[in-house]
């Protein structure tokens, strides 16, 4: 079976390619990207979206954007006016979306590449590809580490539940919270899932249950209300859940909705563990309370909710918090790691 290619470059480096997931489960269409409106579009859109996604979308996004502008006659390959336009670029896309570190993370390294590279427009336009090479295959490193380092807790016959869309679709490789369930599948142990639906742009129902099918996981879909009554009747051995930014302390900031599924797990006493990439640390911030949290429009609830958002108030973030104390483990590409943490630099 082909891999999924959430981000990847298109044919020839001309362009960042990646599947617009506005339209799965029914229609899988990829899109070239070439310019950093376009791609600011896709991320704030969520065309292409999970944290460890985006961040790789940035840096081949970024390059792209770099080449094409080298190559055209109007910068003259004059430096200065050719970093200066790059850095807007840069400055564009990284304000796309606030919560997921990655995205800054991806942008920062890009700009360093930039900054450290000597000579002409062109030269710099090169250093930016090999950039974006290193983090669109190091993304897909971590994600296979991070399945070898969490196969301890999808053991033969284990019931997985987990929260949004934290797999292959989120990411450049197979996944975070998904990928102990691939490792596990492809070792041969019997592992399913239960998808919590993630109310209101369903990442859980729309995409999860699709992309697990279409590996041959065996899938459960539920709404999000659903989630502790399962646990209740025995049917949840373990949750695995990504992040979209998790703090010195161990908080947890993810999709709305984590922080009720650990509170139920925590309750049933189920461990709750969260799986994400070093690039989704930031260790410069203390605590979750720290983390921005993006809100989005009050129709993506409307529409959910067959609300009319100009007669209803609507509440809208993306993100909640899930404290330290919650989490049983994090699983990263450099190992699991245990209560208490600290990841400050
Ligand atoms: O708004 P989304 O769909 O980008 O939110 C995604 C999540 O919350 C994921 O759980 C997180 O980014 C981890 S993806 C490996």
Same mark, same amino acid.
């Given at each position: 079976?082909?891999?999924?290619?959430?981000?990847?470059?298109?044919?020839?480096?001309?362009?960042?390619?990646?599947?617009?997931?506005?339209?799965?489960? +029914?229609? =899988?269409?990829?899109?070239?990207?070439?310019?950093?409106?376009?791609?600011?579009?896709?991320?704030?859109?969520?065309?292409?979206?999970?944290?460890?996604?985006?961040? +790789?979308?940035?840096?081949?996004?970024?390059?792209?954007?770099?080449?094409?502008?080298?190559?055209?006659?109007?910068?003259?390959?004059?430096?200065?006016?050719?970093?200066?336009?790059?850095?807007?670029?840069?400055?564009?896309?990284?304000? *796309?979306?606030?919560?997921?570190?990655?995205?800054?993370?991806?942008?920062?390294?890009?700009?360093?590449?930039?900054?450290?590279?000597?000579?002409?427009?062109? *030269?710099?336009?090169?250093?930016?590809?090999?950039?974006?090479?290193?983090?669109?295959? &190091?993304?897909?490193?971590?994600?296979?580490?991070?399945?070898?380092?969490?196969?301890? =807790?999808?053991?033969?016959?284990?019931? $997985?539940?987990?929260?949004?869309?934290?797999?292959?679709?989120?990411?450049?490789?197979?996944?975070?919270?998904?990928?102990?369930? /691939?490792?596990?599948?492809?070792?041969?142990?019997? +592992?399913? $899932?239960?998808?919590?639906?993630?109310?209101?742009?369903?990442?859980?129902?729309?995409?999860?249950?699709?992309?697990?099918?279409?590996?041959?996981?065996?899938?459960?879909?539920?709404?999000?209300?659903?989630?502790?009554?399962?646990?209740?009747?025995?049917? +949840?051995?373990?949750?695995?859940?990504?992040?979209?930014?998790?703090?010195?302390?161990?908080?947890?900031?993810?999709?709305?909705?984590? /922080?009720?599924?650990?509170?139920?797990?925590?309750?049933?006493?189920?461990?709750?563990?969260?799986?994400?990439?070093?690039?989704?640390?930031?260790?410069?911030?203390?605590?979750?309370?720290?983390?921005?949290? &993006?809100?989005?429009?009050?129709?993506?609830?409307?529409?959910?909710?067959?609300?009319?958002?100009?007669?209803?108030?609507?509440?809208?973030?993306?993100?909640?918090?899930?404290?330290?104390?919650?989490?049983?483990?994090?699983?990263?590409?450099?190992?699991?790691?245990?209560?208490? /943490?600290? =990841?400050?630099?």
């Amino acid at each position: 079976m082909e891999p999924i290619r959430a981000v990847d470059w298109a044919p020839g480096r001309t362009a960042l390619r990646i599947i617009d997931q506005r339209l799965l489960p +029914v229609t =899988f269409e990829r899109r070239d990207l070439t310019t950093a409106d376009e791609i600011r579009e896709a991320i704030a859109t969520l065309a292409v979206r999970g944290a460890p996604a985006i961040g +790789v979308a940035a840096a081949i996004g970024l390059a792209v954007v770099a080449r094409h502008a080298a190559a055209a006659k109007d910068v003259g390959t004059g430096r200065e006016a050719f970093v200066a336009a790059w850095n807007t670029a840069a400055d564009l896309i990284a304000a *796309a979306r606030p919560t997921a570190v990655n995205l800054a993370w991806a942008v920062g390294r890009m700009r360093t590449a930039a900054a450290r590279t000597p000579g002409s427009a062109a *030269a710099v336009a090169t250093a930016l590809e090999a950039e974006a090479d290193a983090v669109l295959s &190091e993304d897909r490193e971590m994600c296979a580490a991070i399945g070898n380092h969490g196969l301890g =807790f999808v053991p033969d016959g284990a019931r $997985v539940l987990t929260h949004c869309n934290a797999g292959a679709l989120a990411t450049a490789g197979i996944g975070t919270a998904l990928a102990p369930v /691939y490792a596990a599948h492809a070792a041969g142990r019997r +592992v399913s $899932v239960i998808a919590g639906e993630t109310r209101p742009l369903l990442q859980g129902g729309r995409l999860t249950a699709w992309e697990l099918t279409r590996a041959g996981v065996p899938v459960r879909l539920v709404t999000d209300g659903m989630s502790a009554s399962l646990m209740r009747t025995g049917e +949840v051995d373990v949750v695995l859940v990504g992040a979209d930014r998790i703090a010195a302390n161990g908080d947890v900031v993810n999709k709305i909705g984590t /922080y009720a599924v650990a509170v139920a797990a925590r309750h049933h006493g189920i461990p709750f563990v969260v799986c994400a990439p070093s690039s989704t640390i930031d260790s410069c911030t203390p605590t979750g309370a720290g983390i921005p949290i &993006e809100h989005r429009a009050a129709d993506e609830v409307a529409a959910a909710s067959r609300a009319d958002s100009a007669q209803v108030a609507v509440w809208n973030p993306a993100f909640d918090l899930t404290p330290a104390a919650l989490v049983t483990a994090i699983v990263t590409d450099r190992g699991v790691w245990a209560p208490p /943490y600290s =990841f400050a630099s």
